[in-house]
Nanobody, 122 residues
Framework: VQLQAYGGGLVQAGGSLRLSCAAS????????VGWFRQAPGKEREFVAA????????YYADSVKGRFTISRDNAKNTVYLQMNSLNPEDTAVYYC????????????????WGQGTLVTVSS
């Protein structure tokens, strides 16, 4: 599976962005997908994850209620809708795929996209 994350950009605090993670391969629906982010000087951290069929979703406490993860398996794409953004959300955002079940540790993911930069200005 090859992943490509896009949709990042510059947004003012309080604004919204939608990130997309496009996957290649016909078995995309066999993979759970997670979003991670890495701010300058910090470790890459878990943001959200979604199960293979899209029914189960999981969020970090820092984004719960503001971010929504979803997927369209027919389009081989996972989305991350980000609302009420604040400067602390500034980071490079990565999507990753893990075969079958949802996992939360970054070292458990099998495939990674290249990342897309989100910058939130105050």
């Amino acid at each position: 599976v090859q992943l490509q994350a896009y949709g990042g950009g510059l947004v003012q605090a309080g604004g919204s962005l939608r990130l997309s993670c496009a996957a290649s391969g016909r078995t995309f629906s066999s993979y759970a997908v997670g979003w991670f982010r890495q701010a300058p000087g910090k470790e890459r951290e878990f943001v959200a994850a979604i199960s293979r069929n899209g029914i189960n979703t999981y969020y970090a406490d820092s984004v719960k209620g503001r971010f929504t993860i979803s997927r369209d398996n027919a389009k081989n794409t996972v989305y991350l809708q980000m609302n009420s953004l604040n400067p602390e959300d500034t980071a490079v955002y990565y999507c990753a795929a893990h075969f079958n079940n949802v996992v939360w540790r970054r070292d458990e993911y099998d495939y990674w996209g290249q990342g897309t930069l989100v910058t939130v200005s105050s």
